[in-house]
């Protein structure tokens, strides 16, 4: 949580950093936090595009994604991989995600 918290603070300074929201993308896994990651990747997509592209939300399977051509693949990459097929998150239940 304190790290998501400097990132955070470090995103108001250059909000169009990607390598933050892939920090940011990281700290929500090891968090357990599933829709936090799925909710950063759509808060870069939207930031990416100037809100051009509709995000297709957090339901959407990894492999469907549609990443803008503004994201850099290495992102998108650690989102897919992060994100996993069916696997829960690393502290997490899947019953309660």
Known sequence: E???WT???AMQVSPY???LYRVLLQAAETMGNRLGLHAAMA???????????PWRGPRTRPGT????SSLHPRTVALFHE???ADMPATRGDPSRL
């Open 17 to 19: 950093d990607e390598r």
């Open 82 to 84: 992060l994100a996993g």
């Open 65 to 68: 994604m549609r990443p803008s």
């Open 7 to 9: 990132i955070r603070r």
């Open 2 to 4: 304190e790290a998501e």
């Open 43 to 53: 808060e870069l997509h939207f930031v990416a595009t100037d809100g051009a592209i």
